[in-house]
């Protein structure tokens, strides 16, 4: 089976660095990808990992190590706007017809 | 622009009376699936679809049906709504991440369904 965990809550100040840790656990893995979704909106694509490393893209950086099963998002120089929820998901091809398997989100709140 | 909508956005029923959430594309995916989000839940796929007339079962199906007679359009019917379908929906398509085209999926805006 698929098993994906990241934390429920983070907190952080504006300017700050926070890191978003997930593990997981699938038979397929073929990539891992991170979404952030503010409340009542839809995800929206933040980053993929397929290979070991780390992806940066601005502000924001992924890492990836299939050998331990664990991802984690960085978000540098924090603004009120990243208040929102960050969602760590997998594409399994062992699983049939499932796109992505997706954790439960991390809700991380900024304050100033 | 690549998008996928979704109608309605926001729908408030009563228990039992059938309804339709429509979904479509305009990317030429073969894929389309649609999720529910409950709060500490995450997203669960409900249905998902291969391809024009391909459809099979997620992970929470029970309750909702699907079809899929044009490739742009994926939408989602509950027959017999209960409070228990009360959520946030959401359709999303997909390209299928073959070769060194990366997978990459693409949500709707959502639907705020509530049952009484």
């Known amino acids: 089976g698929q098993n994906i965990d990241q934390p429920t809550e983070m907190t952080a100040t504006e300017g700050a660095i926070v890191q978003i840790n997930c593990t997981y656990q699938?038979?397929?893995?073929?990539?891992l990808f991170w979404y952030q979704q503010h409340a009542g909106e839809a995800p929206t694509f933040l980053s993929y990992?397929?290979?070991?490393g780390l992806e940066e893209k601005g502000r924001f950086s992924s890492f990836l190590s299939r050998s331990k099963g664990y991802s984690y998002l960085l978000l540098k120089e924090l603004q009120m706007k990243d208040s929102a929820s960050y969602l760590c998901?997998?594409?399994?091809?062992?699983?049939?017809?499932?796109?992505?398997?997706f954790g439960k989100g991390t809700t991380l709140s900024v304050s100033s | 622009e690549a998008q996928v909508t979704q109608n309605p956005r926001y729908l408030i029923t009563v228990t039992g009376k059938k309804l339709t959430v429509t979904c479509s594309q305009n990317?030429?995916?073969?894929?389309m699936s649609w999720y529910r989000q409950d709060p500490g839940l995450g997203l669960r796929q409900i249905y998902y679809?291969?391809?024009?007339?391909?459809?099979d079962k997620g992970d929470v199906p029970e309750g909702y049906k699907v079809s899929r007679k044009e490739k742009r359009n994926f939408p989602l019917i509950l027959e017999s709504p209960s409070p228990n379908q009360t959520s946030l929906y959401f359709c999303?398509?997909?390209?299928?991440?073959?070769?060194?085209?990366?997978?990459?999926?693409?949500f709707g805006p959502g639907t705020r369904l509530t049952v009484t």
């Open positions: 998901a997998v594409r399994d091809l062992n699983q049939a017809g499932t796109a992505l398997i």
């Open positions: 999303a398509s997909s390209t299928p991440g073959q070769g060194l085209r990366p997978f990459e999926q693409y």
């Open positions: 699938t038979s397929g893995f073929n990539g």
């Open positions: 990317m030429n995916h073969e894929y």
């Open positions: 990992n397929v290979l070991d």
């Open positions: 679809s291969m391809n024009v007339e391909v459809t």
